[in-house]
């Protein structure tokens, strides 16, 4: 048997760029621009480290008592340490595809939506989406309209967590969103064209989370994009009767 950690020893910085630059490649041939592959590959590594930050932090909490206070106390100054260290890895490789925190209200704060900002919050709303409705009927080119007003009201630091944001919204409104799409979704007695529309759509769910947390800056991304203010008082009026 191996020891502990001798197979991550293979995985030098050399390998694991080569395995990067063979993605980018792969990716470039299925038609995605090498900066938007750079972009992904970036997400994932400063993702994998945040989440390993996170669980790192919660079991080097747990320590041992039986061995008395200097050897807790040890352990406790360690693993802080050890994690620490690991959420300055994770800021930095966030920063690497991000840039720096900009301070509130700063031009910086929302800069105009990118692709790949718009693609992962498809991909987003089109895994949630099914757990409610069967069919989505509104235009692509319309659901992308949408999506950018929704986007637009978040930082670009915001936005890598997106899917996890609407994933959380989703989970502590369930019943309340099961009861809107049954009486005013797709295979109830009110049609795809009109107020309702949103929740014939996948977009549906980010518009509904941006209403509940961030209304006025919705609105104001709203109205920039010229979308149908009829949409946006539909979707309050049959959130407010699933209640």
Aim: hydrophobic residues 40%; aromatic residues 4%.
């Amino acid at each position: 048997m191996n020891p502990a950690g001798e197979g991550l020893r293979q995985l030098d910085a050399v390998s694991v760029q080569n395995a990067k630059a063979t993605l980018v490649h792969l990716l470039g041939r299925a038609g995605v621009h090498p900066h938007h592959a750079e972009e992904l590959i970036g997400l994932v590594q400063a993702g994998t480290l945040a989440v390993a930050h996170t669980e790192l932090r919660a079991s080097g909490e747990n320590a041992p008592t039986e061995k008395g206070e200097p050897y807790t106390s040890g352990w406790l100054d360690g693993a802080h340490a050890v994690t620490d260290e690991l959420a300055g890895l994770a800021e930095r490789a966030l920063r690497d595809v991000v840039g720096a925190d900009p301070s509130e209200g700063s031009p910086e704060a929302r800069r105009p939506v990118g692709r790949m900002e718009l693609e992962r919050a498809k991909v987003a709303v089109g895994t949630l989406y099914p757990s409610f409705a069967e069919v989505s009927d509104l235009d692509p080119e319309v659901s992308e309209q949408v999506l950018t007003a929704v986007l637009g009201t978040m930082s670009t630091r915001e936005r890598t967590g997106y899917a996890g944001r609407l994933t959380r919204f989703a989970s502590a409104h369930r019943a309340r969103l099961e009861r809107l799409y049954a009486e005013y979704g797709p295979g109830s007695a009110i049609a795809i064209h009109g107020r309702y529309s949103l929740l014939h759509s996948p977009t549906g769910i980010a518009v509904l989370e941006r209403l509940v947390t961030e209304p006025s800056a919705l609105r104001e991304e709203w109205d920039a994009a010229e979308l149908p203010p009829a949409w946006l008082e539909g979707l309050t009026t049959a959130w407010d009767s699933a209640a």
